[in-house]
């Protein structure tokens, strides 16, 4: 299927109080995708989408939208909506009159705009509740007054600005699967924002993520989690061990001392390069069972429910391990990887991508 | 419980017997002195004489100076306050400070200092003469009292109405632009209404002071413009009718108590 491009920001670049938050940023949206931009807090997410918004203009760069320059284009005449971080309902209107806002000022008749409230409210679940006020609903629903007052005035994209954040779990869960529903029942582009991998992770066709206002990475959730592009979206996506390695030649790195066959090419000879392994594909067997490889004790077991979660300290280095296979505390084990599961990544060229140590431990 | 509840009546005397020497005791004797003749008989003529036309017209007038006064404030005040909240705001302290600050002097002062100010041969007429342009003549007349009432009473517009706007999260003035409305729309159908709170204490507090007000209307009006404060003032401090002065305070209070009646119903009904 040809997709469509919709959006695109160029060269955008923005600070506040001469503190860069987006640096040349570019981007290209296509038609009907669920788009995530991911990050850490401060890493320019919002702005991006309070820039495509229009609540702030860029310092330069441009943002078009259907080959049209809209960059200083007023957030009112733009086919844009949003759905607000703290839902930002009008509490003078009950729900209805919430809902029909963007139609009332649209001048539409009275029948299309009660249709509308009640194909909207239908479409959030929200049936029946036309006339409560806004502050005598809970969260979740004040939430899904917020994407129905959006979607009913048909926007080419919904924004979402970290619309679940103030929900609990369970119910942020079950807006996750909403949302879905709702995007392809609507066949329009969302642009969520969100800090939450597993959110990001769940819900999107692609994720942008972004840190200190730099894209380090767009691609399916897939990708991202597989094949993350740096040690930054490694260790923000999902657990990983990030370690220091050297490239020895084609086909062979050197990690802690030992050499592990794996499938990259093309990193010259004797490269230091950080190497990423997620804790699922590290696989532990009884020392002694095999030649070769690392060995080290295993110093913490917790049982998570479907897998345990091991720490081993082998060649100097604490690995996090996710295993169906227990050995208890203290036991001597063999690290055994895959070669197709070492990721192998150049160290970062610049101290703007160098990110992980400052964030360490995000998770 | 009993003790807890003995050693909380102890700490509620103090205030409870203050308010009953100093708001129940006086009010009882209003109503007394309102509701009896000289001799001590009971009679509805202290209350019945506002019908005679000189006091309904005091009464009329005042009415209408407040209502002028009141509108007037609220007119000056919500510009004023709709820029203060979209500033930054540290800057609106300040410009909030300079608004109070008039209210750390006395309001005797302060209208003083607008008497010297609007007198015949005073610093506006002064000024105007010498810039060739003809005096204006406003003491001893309603629009002096006006000028008096809105400068003094304007703090306790500001102050409400600042509070209820710098209540209204951006977020909610972003959404209105973001379902297409302009910022016309944007202020009458969201920001309006999200004041209404603010607007209706305001009024309160302003036209409260304004109608019983005698100071202002005493020192810019001269004694020929008397407001009912006035006659009331002069029936207790001159005439010595205090039966008379407290047949006028009852007539009064009833209407700021229909007013406050209103307003809160106002207040209420746009939140439903």
Known sequence: ??????????????????????????????????????????????????????????D?????????????????????????????????????????????????????????IHYALKLVNLEGLEHRSVSSLSGGQQQRVAIARAIVNEPRILLLDEPLGALDLKLRQDMQYELIRLK???????????????????????IVVMNQGYIQQIGSPEDIYNEPENAFVADFIGDSNIIDGTMIRDRLVRILGQEFPCVDTGFGTEQPVDIVIRPEDVELTAAGEADGGLTGEVTDVIFKGVHYEMCVMAGGFEWLVHSTRMFGEGTRVRIGVDPFNIQIMNKPASEDEEAVSENDQIR | ??????????????????????????????????????????????????????????LGLSMALSLVSTLLCLLIAYPLCLILTEK??????????????????????????????????????????????????????????????VYNF?????????????????SVIHAAHDLGADRRQTFLRVVLPLSVPGIVSGVTMVFIPALTTFVISQMLGGNKILLIGNIIEQEFTQAYDWNLGSGLSIILMIFIILNMVIEAALDRAPEK
């Open chain 2, 1 to 58: 419980m009993i003790r807890s509840d003995k050693v909380r009546a102890l700490f509620a005397a103090p205030y409870l017997s203050w308010a009953v020497i100093f708001i129940v005791v006086p009010l009882l004797m209003v109503f007394w002195y309102g509701f009896t003749d000289g001799a001590g008989r009971l009679s509805l003529a202290n209350i019945a004489i506002i019908t005679r036309p000189e006091y309904l017209k005091s």
């Open chain 1, 1 to 58: 299927m040809e997709r469509k491009e919709l959006i695109r920001l160029e060269h955008v670049s923005k600070a506040f109080d001469g503190q860069t938050v987006l640096d040349d940023l570019n981007l290209v949206i296509h038609e009907n995708e669920f788009v995530t931009l991911l990050g850490p807090s401060g890493c320019g997410k919002t702005t991006t989408l309070r820039i495509i918004g229009g609540f702030e203009k860029p």
């Open chain 2, 88 to 149: 930054k705001t540290g800057r609106a302290a300040v410009i909030v400070l300079l608004f109070i600050l008039p209210m750390w002097m006395n309001t005797l002062l302060r209208t003083m200092a607008w008497q010297t100010i609007l007198e015949k041969t005073g610093i506006l007429n002064t000024i105007l003469r010498f810039l060739h342009l003809p005096s204006i003549y406003i003491i001893n007349k309603p629009q002096a009292i006006v000028i008096g009432m």
């Open chain 1, 60 to 116: 330069s760069g441009r943002v078009i939208l259907d080959g049209r320059d809209i960059t200083s284009l007023a957030p009112n005449k733009r086919p844009l909506n949003t759905v607000f971080q703290k839902y930002a309902l009008f509490t003078h209107m009950d729900v209805a009159e919430n809902i029909a806002f963007g139609l009332k000022i649209a001048g539409r008749d009275k029948a299309f705009i009660e249709d509308k």
């Open chain 2, 154 to 170: 304007l703090p306790y517009m500001v102050l409400p109405l600042y509070n209820a706007l710098a209540k209204i999260d951006d």
């Open chain 1, 184 to 206: 392809n029942e609507l066949g329009i582009t969302f642009i969520y924002v969100t800090h939450d991998q597993e959110e990001a992770l769940t819900m999107s066709d692609a």
